[in-house]
């Protein structure tokens, strides 16, 4: 089978049901997934070379994230998508809810906001967080104008929550603090820590 298939080469490419501008917001949406997907595989690989105690459960958590955001890309690659024909459900959203809610228990309170890094593994994971914040974004500006599936923006939301969280996990792993930012106040009280 050739990779290469030329039918690209005048700036249009396929989805299903249609033929489209390789700008097409449509396309940027699940092409910004792909980088994604790429990053948190970057992030999964530097994990697994490394014995680093305590550390199975997250990289488990990022090897099913790859399969998830290729659902998201999948559900998005339909032009008219059918509710029969999508794969990402509210339970995976859920999902990443405990799995936020799991790794906080064992995480010093927040104080400030945190500015990325720490650990190299923190690091890789802010930039997870920030991609996903733009895969979400050109989402949400595809479904202004396009049929989107609601279920792939709420999982782009909370998985978004979760990079954070598991940067933060990441740093406590890796026995490394979190870089509080400077010039800010202490803007999260202990009051909303514990409610």
Known sequence: MRIYTRTGDKGTTSVIGARVSKDDARVEAYGTIDEL?????????????????????????????QHEL?????DLS??????????????????????IDRHEEGLPPLQRFIL??????????????????????????MAS????????????????????TAARKANVLLSVP???YARGANVFSR????E
């Not at 339909?78 to 405990?98: G, T, W």
């Not at 009051?191 to 514990?194: A, G, I, L, P």
Request: glycine share 6%; with cysteine; aromatic share 8%.
């Open 37 to 65: 997907n790429s990053l948190v595989g970057q992030a999964a690989a530097w994990l697994a070379e490394r014995e680093i105690n305590g550390s199975g459960e997250l990289l488990e958590q990022l090897y099913q994230i």
């Open 70 to 74: 290729f659902d998201c890309g999948s």
């Open 78 to 99: 339909y032009a008219d998508p059918k509710p029969e024909q999508l794969k990402v459900e509210a339970s995976m959203a859920a999902r990443l809810e405990e799995w």
């Open 116 to 141: 990325p890094g720490g650990s190299p593994l923190a690091a890789q994971l802010h930039v997870c967080r920030t991609v996903c914040r733009r895969a979400e974004r050109r989402t949400v500006t």
């Open 145 to 164: 104008s396009q049929a989107c599936p609601e279920e792939v923006v709420r999982y782009l939301n909370r998985l978004s929550d979760y990079f954070f």
């Open 178 to 180: 979190d870089v509080e």
């Open 191 to 194: 009051r909303s820590q514990t």
